[in-house]
């Protein structure tokens, strides 16, 4: 076994050796016929009759990590005392902290920034409320909201086990954006409970960030809190992933020479996010949406206890298609994959027009593979970032609420939306824009400010700034 080049995740196993029974030759061995680079050897402690030495080893995945753990179970003398890799390690007490901006020094800073000085800035915010825009962090800091019912591909995993996704949320808020962001996971399932919590919440936030809320409940917490509250609210699973889908369709069709409000799309997942991408993409103009989930084509005369999947029968399919996946995608120009693994056989994008577009979004396994898919399909894309073309709402959210608080916006317009899915696709240059590359790469600096530039200029469009346009442009 070989590990595969360019390969550099690294695990270290904590190692407790019996001195009159232990061969670290052995050790060695077994690590090396496991297929893994020993890179540092640490002696932790040693006494008379046992030696604890770290070993940091070079490994590939989870499933290399468990093949060399079981190889070293197998040695006289030797006891597994720990596994950590880097991405444990990074994790350590967290990924994020506050810091203070300005340091206090003296006794005259500290009246400042607390007692008494800080009672005349209270009562000015007290007098009119719209200061706590300018005088508090409410200006620059975003809630990300989760119960953790509907984490990444994990499913309902729980609050505290929702925390890791939801602080790396906040660290790409502020790496790119410069956006503070704070996560806040809740021991609740109620609709009502949640509803009622953040709202409680708000006065400390100048935006709400939805996330990983399962599907139906995350429509009407969503709903509830934008008519409720006077701050925007975003469910990201919903809308960031629907923007940076029409983003890369924009592009897509572009490259086909396709118009499409002309395509049939073939969307298979009726849930929170293929709703919004259904909504997205209507908004964009397309007229024959087919949405598929496990009973097949979803029909006017179907029977639907779920009201978004009635709101979707009465609203898509104006054909009304019936059946399978395999049958309604035939001639379909774009497949939209928001559902689970391997849903999607070639023998069904075989059917698909010429030029098909297939955009297989499941994570961490889509719905057909590109190495299945390339024999029929002109432009592929996926979740993953290990393949090209990744639809990833990192390309939407940072710069989104960028502008969002940056004018004071109380809320997200479908008009904001489209904005930001043009600004991503504008980012790829004619010259650039080929089968490979039909989005920009979530670390091109550029994507957030003009999806920022974008957002501002349809919330005046809108009437939704709250903010001076000259005050916005002066502090650019």
Same mark, same amino acid.
């Not at 790409?172 to 954006?177: D, I, P, T």
């Not at 084509?297 to 009304?320: C, H, K, L, M």
């Not at 550029?446 to 939704?464: F, H, L, P």
């Given at each position: 076994?070989?590990i595969?080049?360019?390969v550099?995740?690294s695990?270290?196993?904590?190692l407790?050796?019996?001195?009159?029974?232990?061969s670290f030759g052995?050790?060695?061995t077994a690590?090396?016929?496991a297929g893994?680079d020993?890179?540092a050897?640490d002696?932790?402690?040693?006494d008379?009759?046992?030696t604890?030495?770290?070993i940091?080893i070079?490994v590939y995945?989870n499933k290399h990590t468990?093949?060399?753990?079981?190889a070293i179970?197998?040695l006289?003398?030797?006891?597994?005392?720990?596994?950590?890799?880097?991405t444990?390690?990074?994790?350590l007490?967290?990924?994020?902290?506050?810091?203070?901006?300005?340091?206090?020094?003296?006794r005259?800073?500290?009246?400042?920034?607390y007692?008494p000085?800080?009672a005349?800035?209270?009562?000015a915010i007290h007098?009119?409320?719209s200061l706590?825009h300018t005088?508090t962090?409410k200006?620059?800091?975003?809630? $990300?909201v989760?119960? @953790?019912?509907?984490?990444l =591909?994990?499913g309902?995993?729980?609050?505290?086990? #929702?925390?890791? !996704?939801?602080e790396?949320k906040a660290?790409?808020?502020?790496?790119l954006a410069?956006v503070d962001?704070f996560?806040?996971?809740?021991?609740?399932?109620d609709t009502?409970?949640?509803?009622?919590?953040?709202?409680a919440?708000?006065?400390?936030?100048?935006?709400?960030?939805?996330?990983?809320i399962?599907?139906p409940?995350?429509?009407?917490?969503?709903?509830?809190?934008?008519e409720?509250?006077?701050?925007?609210?975003?469910?990201?699973?919903?809308?960031?992933?629907?923007?940076v889908?029409l983003?890369?369709l924009?592009?897509?069709?572009?490259?086909?020479?396709?118009?499409?409000?002309d395509?049939? $799309?073939v969307?298979? @997942?009726v849930g929170?996010? =293929?709703?919004?991408?259904?909504?997205m993409?209507? #908004?964009a103009? !397309?007229?024959?949406?087919?949405?598929?989930?496990?009973?097949?084509?979803i029909?006017?005369?179907?029977?639907?206890?779920?009201?978004f999947?009635?709101?979707?029968?009465e609203?898509?399919?104006?054909?009304?298609?019936r059946?399978?996946?395999s049958?309604v995608?035939?001639?379909?120009?774009?497949f939209?994959?928001?559902?689970?693994?391997?849903?999607?056989k070639?023998?069904d994008?075989?059917?698909?027009a010429k030029d098909?577009?297939?955009?297989a979004?499941?994570?961490?396994?889509?719905?057909i593979?590109?190495?299945?898919?390339?024999?029929h399909v002109r432009?592929?894309?996926t979740?993953r970032?290990?393949?090209?073309?990744q639809i990833?709402?990192?390309?939407?959210?940072?710069?989104l609420?960028?502008?969002l608080?940056?004018?004071?916006?109380s809320?997200?317009?479908?008009?904001?939306?489209?904005?930001a899915?043009?600004?991503?696709?504008s980012?790829?240059?004619?010259?650039e824009?080929?089968?490979y590359?039909i989005?920009?790469?979530?670390?091109?600096?550029?994507?957030a400010?003009?999806?920022?530039?974008?957002?501002?200029?349809?919330a005046?469009?809108?009437g939704?700034?709250?903010?001076?346009?000259?005050?916005?442009q002066?502090s650019?």
């Amino acid at each position: 076994m070989s590990i595969p080049s360019g390969v550099n995740t690294s695990i270290i196993l904590r190692l407790e050796l019996d001195k009159e029974l232990a061969s670290f030759g052995n050790i060695a061995t077994a690590i090396s016929d496991a297929g893994g680079d020993i890179i540092a050897i640490d002696v932790v402690r040693t006494d008379k009759n046992t030696t604890v030495r770290d070993i940091t080893i070079n490994v590939y995945d989870n499933k290399h990590t468990e093949l060399i753990t079981a190889a070293i179970h197998t040695l006289a003398g030797v006891k597994v005392v720990h596994v950590s890799d880097q991405t444990f390690l990074l994790h350590l007490g967290g990924k994020i902290e506050t810091s203070p901006k300005y340091p206090i020094k003296n006794r005259d800073d500290l009246s400042r920034v607390y007692t008494p000085g800080v009672a005349k800035v209270c009562m000015a915010i007290h007098e009119k409320p719209s200061l706590a825009h300018t005088l508090t962090i409410k200006r620059n800091t975003v809630a $990300v909201v989760s119960d @953790g019912t509907a984490v990444l =591909g994990l499913g309902n995993i729980g609050p505290e086990a #929702a925390m890791p !996704v939801m602080e790396g949320k906040a660290m790409l808020f502020k790496q790119l954006a410069g956006v503070d962001a704070f996560p806040i996971c809740l021991a609740t399932h109620d609709t009502d409970e949640i509803v009622n919590i953040v709202k409680a919440l708000s006065p400390t936030f100048g935006g709400i960030n939805l996330e990983d809320i399962s599907a139906p409940r995350c429509f009407e917490i969503e709903q509830r809190l934008i008519e409720e509250l006077d701050i925007p609210v975003f469910h990201d699973d919903q809308h960031g992933t629907a923007v940076v889908l029409l983003a890369g369709l924009y592009n897509a069709v572009k490259l086909v020479n396709k118009r499409l409000e002309d395509c049939k $799309v073939v969307l298979c @997942g009726v849930g929170a996010a =293929g709703t919004a991408c259904t909504k997205m993409l209507m #908004a964009a103009g !397309v007229k024959n949406i087919i949405g598929v989930d496990r009973q097949g084509a979803i029909t006017r005369d179907g029977v639907y206890d779920n009201p978004f999947w009635r709101w979707y029968a009465e609203s898509t399919n104006p054909e009304q298609i019936r059946g399978s996946l395999s049958e309604v995608i035939e001639g379909a120009d774009i497949f939209i994959g928001v559902s689970g693994p391997g849903l999607l056989k070639k023998e069904d994008v075989a059917k698909m027009a010429k030029d098909a577009i297939v955009f297989a979004m499941a994570n961490p396994t889509p719905e057909i593979l590109p190495e299945e898919a390339e024999p029929h399909v002109r432009v592929m894309a996926t979740g993953r970032s290990d393949y090209p073309n990744q639809i990833n709402n990192v390309l939407c959210f940072p710069g989104l609420f960028r502008g969002l608080l940056d004018c004071r916006a109380s809320r997200v317009t479908e008009n904001m939306k489209l904005a930001a899915a043009k600004a991503i696709a504008s980012v790829v240059g004619e010259d650039e824009l080929n089968e490979y590359y039909i989005i920009p790469s979530v670390f091109n600096q550029s994507v957030a400010e003009k999806v920022r530039e974008a957002v501002i200029q349809a919330a005046y469009e809108d009437g939704v700034a709250r903010r001076r346009r000259e005050k916005v442009q002066a502090s650019q």
